[in-house]
C-alpha cells in the first residue's frame, strides 16, 4: 500500500500488546494502540496515541460474570446495570439509557438520548421478527429476510430483494408517492463475496449509475476499481475476521487510519494529511 506499514507486538502470554501504524518513507510518528489486560486476561484499556498525544482511550471494567460494568472514554463515563439474565437493563453517568425485554429476550422498550423521540416502544411479531420500533416498520420474507421497513414519520419505503442464496441483491428506496430516490445493486462470486455495486444515489432522477468492482486478497477486499479500471481505494487488514486497518485514496495518496474499541467497532477515522505530499504529521479526524 505505497509503502503503509502496520507492525503487530505481542506480550509472553501471546495477547496482542501494540499495533504500530506507520509510513517508513516519511519521518513520522507512527500511530499506536497499546492495550493492557488484567490478571484474568479481560482486555481493560484500548489507547490510541500519536507520540504524547493521547486520540482516543477506551478503558472497561468488568464484574464476576465477565460482564463490563463500566466503561470510560471521550464521551465519558457510563455505568451497566444487567437483570439475572445477564440482559442489559440501564445505563448511567455520561448517559442515561434504560431498557426493558419480553419473556423471550426480546427488547420491547428503550429509553436513550440516541433515539429519535428519546425512547421506543418494540413490536415484536411471529418468530420473534422485529415488526416496529417506533421508527420504522419491518416485513419478512418466509426466510426471515428483511425485505422491506417503512418510516413511520413520512413514508418512505426501503425494498431489499435477495438472490437464492439470501444475498441482498437489490435495494430501493421510495418515497412516499412510490419516486425512486435510490438504488444500488450488487453482484457477488462462488465465494459469496461481494465483487461489484452499483449505485444511483438520486433514483430516477437525472444523477449517473456509479459502478464499482472490488477485489480480494482470500476474504478480505484488497483494491476498489471504477468501470474504466481506475483505482478508487486500496485496503490494508490485519490477521482478525474482518480486521481493517487502513484505506488509502490513491489520487491524494493519504491514508485513512481506523481505530476501533473493545468489540471492534471503528470509533476513530484519522488521516494523515501530509504522509505522501509533505511527509508531515497533521493528523485530522474525519468522523
Same mark, same amino acid.
Given at each position: 500500500?505505497? $509503502?503503509?506499514?502496520?507492525?503487530?507486538? /505481542?506480550?509472553?502470554?501471546?495477547?496482542?500488546?501494540? =499495533?504500530?501504524?506507520?509510513v517508513?518513507?516519511?519521518?513520522?510518528?507512527?500511530?499506536?494502540?497499546?492495550?493492557?489486560y488484567?490478571?484474568?486476561?479481560?482486555l &481493560?484499556?484500548?489507547?490510541?496515541?500519536?507520540?504524547?498525544?493521547?486520540?482516543?482511550?477506551?478503558q472497561y !471494567?468488568?464484574?464476576?460474570?465477565?460482564?463490563?460494568?463500566?466503561?470510560?472514554?471521550?464521551?465519558?463515563?457510563?455505568?451497566?446495570?444487567?437483570?439475572? %439474565?445477564?440482559?442489559?437493563?440501564?445505563?448511567? $453517568?455520561?448517559?442515561?439509557?434504560?431498557?426493558?425485554?419480553?419473556?423471550?429476550?426480546?427488547? #420491547?422498550?428503550?429509553?436513550?438520548? +440516541? %433515539?429519535?423521540?428519546? @425512547?421506543?416502544?418494540?413490536?415484536? $411479531?411471529?418468530?420473534?421478527?422485529?415488526?416496529?420500533?417506533?421508527? *420504522?416498520? *419491518?416485513? *419478512?420474507? +418466509?426466510e426471515?429476510?428483511?425485505?422491506?421497513?417503512?418510516?413511520?414519520?413520512?413514508?418512505? =419505503?426501503?425494498?431489499?430483494?435477495?438472490?437464492?442464496?439470501n444475498?441482498?441483491?437489490?435495494?430501493? =428506496?421510495?418515497?412516499?408517492?412510490?419516486?425512486?430516490? /435510490?438504488?444500488?445493486? /450488487?453482484?457477488?462470486?462462488?465465494?459469496?463475496?461481494?465483487?461489484?455495486s452499483? &449505485?444511483?444515489?438520486d433514483?430516477?432522477?437525472?444523477? !449517473?449509475?456509479?459502478?464499482?468492482?472490488?477485489?480480494?486478497?482470500?476474504?478480505?477486499p484488497?483494491?476498489?476499481?471504477?468501470?474504466?479500471?481506475?483505482?478508487?481505494? /486500496?485496503?490494508?487488514y490485519?490477521?482478525?475476521?474482518?480486521?481493517?486497518?487502513?484505506?488509502?485514496?490513491?489520487?491524494?495518496g493519504?491514508?485513512?487510519?481506523?481505530?476501533?474499541?473493545? #468489540?471492534?467497532s471503528?470509533? @476513530?477515522?484519522?488521516?494523515?494529511a501530509?504522509?505522501?505530499?509533505?511527509?508531515? !504529521?497533521?493528523?485530522? !479526524?474525519?468522523?
Amino acid at each position: 500500500m505505497n $509503502g503503509a506499514q502496520v507492525d503487530f507486538i /505481542y506480550n509472553a502470554a501471546g495477547r496482542l500488546s501494540q =499495533v504500530a501504524r506507520s509510513v517508513p518513507a516519511c519521518n513520522t510518528q507512527p500511530i499506536t494502540t497499546s492495550y493492557t489486560y488484567d490478571n484474568a486476561g479481560r482486555l &481493560v484499556d484500548i489507547r490510541h496515541a500519536q507520540a504524547d498525544r493521547i486520540i482516543a482511550d477506551f478503558q472497561y !471494567s468488568f464484574d464476576a460474570a465477565n460482564r463490563i460494568i463500566q466503561y470510560t472514554g471521550p464521551e465519558g463515563t457510563l455505568h451497566y446495570t444487567y437483570d439475572n %439474565l445477564g440482559q442489559l437493563i440501564a445505563v448511567s $453517568g455520561a448517559r442515561q439509557e434504560t431498557y426493558r425485554y419480553d419473556a423471550n429476550g426480546n427488547r #420491547i422498550y428503550a429509553a436513550s438520548p +440516541a %433515539l429519535p423521540n428519546g @425512547e421506543a416502544d418494540y413490536t415484536i $411479531g411471529p418468530e420473534n421478527r422485529l415488526l416496529s420500533d417506533g421508527t *420504522y416498520r *419491518y416485513e *419478512y420474507d +418466509a426466510e426471515g429476510n428483511l425485505i422491506r421497513k417503512t418510516r413511520l414519520s413520512d413514508g418512505q =419505503v426501503t425494498e431489499l430483494t435477495y438472490d437464492y442464496r439470501n444475498r441482498v441483491t437489490d435495494i430501493v =428506496v421510495k418515497d412516499a408517492q412510490g419516486n425512486v430516490v /435510490y438504488r444500488t445493486h /450488487y453482484i457477488y462470486d462462488v465465494f459469496d463475496r461481494r465483487i461489484a455495486s452499483e &449505485v444511483d444515489a438520486d433514483g430516477d432522477g437525472p444523477g !449517473s449509475l456509479v459502478r464499482t468492482w472490488t477485489f480480494y486478497d482470500g476474504a478480505n477486499p484488497y483494491i476498489d476499481l471504477d468501470d474504466q479500471g481506475n483505482v478508487q481505494h /486500496y485496503y490494508l487488514y490485519g490477521p482478525d475476521i474482518d480486521q481493517v486497518l487502513a484505506r488509502l485514496d490513491p489520487v491524494t495518496g493519504i491514508p485513512d487510519w481506523y481505530l476501533t474499541d473493545y #468489540i471492534g467497532s471503528v470509533r @476513530e477515522i484519522l488521516r494523515d494529511a501530509g504522509v505522501y505530499r509533505k511527509c508531515g !504529521s497533521t493528523m485530522t !479526524s474525519l468522523h
